[in-house]
């Protein structure tokens, strides 16, 4: 009974002083984070405006912190094709979006704000008679999907080798034990309720990589400080991306019964396909527009959950601004907040991520229909 006593106060002390640790390091970053990319307005007001949109946005080099008022950051590889001509230099070129280099800047304003743009003059005025700009750079979340795309070949590759080793009847150990019950969680779950048990097989790779590369990306977006931070899945091109490699995947593997259901539905009234073809019509625009609520709503959940977090971390200085006391009176609310947002967006990580595998899963099932399958 003491040991059991003892061993429950001692998970809640370890409990409680990880919560602190985390909350300390969200507000460490939040602080760096405020000071970054247009934190503070001409007048040296902070902007909370430009700090959410400014974390939400991708970028061409990965801010870690400030050191006074000088930040550091890693520089990423420029890709430029401009008039046949290939143009390739680290984006500290730029010196942070503040001078322009080899005729190059990064626009301050307009509808291609915060992208290279071919440039007249070091005050970076954009140039419009610019011929077409191909920009191929390795921006932020592209060197955070490399990041997470390494860690997961990385992981399963390691745990597939452990279970050619032992078999699949040796007892699951470390990280082998906490992926095995989320592999037959999708196998089971998803694959094989909406598929059916005679193609789910088929799809369970595809299924399995888009189920870990969205999970694995969702978690790295909620740590703040690198690999982590970077907005991937809330990129509306990468979730148009994942939705399409949906969409031609079902498209590819349907059968002759998918495109029966769409042009000649069953149990459908014979005025309805004739003469005014309005089910077709339906069923075809529905195709499309699968995939696009896919990639809206990947997108939508995981930015407005961003922008939630960094609104709390905001407040705190939008209100010091006004006044020093409101700032530190509001601090310890916005912090408890802050810590309660971030355990919603694990689950949301999850949530998310079995969502749009589930929906990929049901478009399969749809695709490849069996007789007795519902």
Same mark, same amino acid.
């Given at each position: 009974?003491?040991?059991?006593?003892?061993?429950?106060?001692?998970?809640?002390?370890? %409990?409680?002083?990880?919560?602190?640790?985390?909350?300390?390091?969200?507000?460490?970053?939040?602080?760096?984070?405020?000071?970054?990319?247009?934190?503070?307005?001409?007048?040296?007001?902070?902007?909370?405006?430009?700090?959410?949109?400014?974390?939400?946005?991708?970028?061409?080099?990965?801010?870690?912190?400030?050191?006074?008022?000088?930040?550091?950051?890693?520089?990423?590889?420029?890709?430029?094709?401009?008039?046949?001509?290939?143009?390739?230099?680290?984006?500290?070129?730029?010196?942070?979006?503040?001078?322009?280099?080899?005729?190059?800047?990064?626009? %301050?304003?307009?509808?291609?704000?915060?992208?290279?743009?071919?440039?007249?003059?070091?005050?970076?005025?954009?140039?419009?008679?610019?011929?077409?700009?191909?920009?191929?750079?390795?921006?932020?979340?592209?060197?955070?999907?490399?990041?997470?795309?390494?860690?997961?070949?990385?992981?399963?590759?390691?745990?597939?080798? %452990?279970?050619?080793?032992?078999?699949?009847?040796?007892?699951?150990?470390?990280?082998?034990?906490?992926?095995?019950?989320?592999?037959?969680?999708? %196998?089971?779950?998803?694959?094989?309720?909406?598929?059916?048990?005679?193609?789910?097989?088929?799809?369970?790779?595809?299924?399995?990589?888009?189920?870990?590369?969205?999970?694995?990306?969702?978690?790295?977006?909620? #740590?703040?400080?690198?690999?982590?931070?970077?907005?991937?899945?809330?990129?509306?091109?990468?979730?148009?991306?994942?939705?399409?490699?949906?969409?031609?995947?079902?498209?590819?593997?349907?059968?002759?019964?998918?495109?029966?259901?769409?042009?000649?539905?069953?149990?459908?009234?014979?005025?309805?396909?004739?003469?005014?073809?309005?089910?077709?019509?339906?069923?075809?625009?529905?195709?499309?527009?699968?995939?696009? #609520?896919?990639?809206?709503?990947?997108?939508?959940?995981?930015?407005?959950?961003?922008?939630?977090?960094?609104?709390?971390?905001?407040?705190?200085?939008?209100?010091?601004?006004?006044?020093?006391?409101?700032?530190?009176?509001?601090?310890?609310?916005?912090?408890?907040?802050?810590?309660?947002?971030?355990?919603?967006?694990?689950?949301?990580?999850?949530?998310?991520?079995?969502?749009?595998?589930?929906?990929?899963?049901?478009?399969?099932?749809?695709?490849?229909?069996?007789?007795?399958?519902?």
């Amino acid at each position: 009974m003491l040991l059991r006593c003892g061993e429950s106060l001692i998970f809640r002390c370890f %409990r409680k002083i990880i919560v602190l640790v985390f909350s300390g390091v969200l507000m460490l970053s939040a602080t760096n984070a405020s000071a970054a990319g247009g934190g503070h307005d001409e007048d040296g007001k902070f902007n909370a405006g430009d700090v959410i949109i400014g974390h939400i946005l991708d970028s061409y080099d990965w801010h870690i912190m400030d050191i006074g008022s000088t930040p550091v950051s890693i520089p990423l590889p420029v890709l430029l094709m401009y008039e046949g001509r290939f143009y390739f230099f680290l984006s500290s070129r730029f010196h942070h979006g503040h001078i322009a280099y080899k005729g190059f800047g990064i626009a %301050r304003e307009g509808p291609k704000k915060g992208r290279i743009v071919k440039v007249l003059d070091e005050e970076l005025t954009p140039d419009p008679q610019a011929s077409f700009l191909l920009d191929l750079s390795i921006t932020k979340n592209v060197f955070s999907v490399f990041i997470s795309g390494f860690l997961i070949c990385v992981i399963f590759i390691s745990v597939g080798r %452990r279970y050619q080793r032992g078999g699949s009847q040796e007892v699951p150990r470390g990280l082998q034990s906490f992926l095995e019950p989320i592999i037959l969680f999708v %196998r089971d779950e998803i694959a094989l309720s909406a598929i059916g048990e005679k193609h789910h097989q088929r799809f369970l790779p595809y299924l399995l990589t888009l189920f870990f590369f969205i999970f694995f990306n969702n978690l790295l977006g909620l #740590v703040p400080f690198f690999p982590g931070g970077a907005n991937v899945t809330g990129n509306i091109s990468v979730t148009l991306v994942l939705a399409l490699f949906t969409f031609f995947t079902t498209q590819l593997f349907s059968t002759k019964g998918y495109w029966t259901h769409i042009f000649n539905t069953p149990g459908v009234p014979v005025w309805l396909k004739l003469p005014l073809p309005l089910m077709p019509i339906i069923e075809i625009v529905g195709v499309f527009i699968k995939p696009f #609520v896919l990639m809206v709503r990947l997108f939508a959940n995981i930015t407005a959950g961003h922008m939630i977090i960094l609104g709390f971390v905001s407040l705190i200085f939008v209100l010091g601004s006004v006044a020093s006391v409101m700032g530190f009176v509001i601090s310890p609310l916005s912090l408890v907040f802050l810590v309660f947002m971030n355990f919603i967006e694990l689950l949301v990580a999850f949530l998310q991520a079995y969502v749009f595998t589930l929906f990929s899963a049901l478009f399969f099932g749809m695709a490849v229909p069996e007789e007795h399958h519902h």
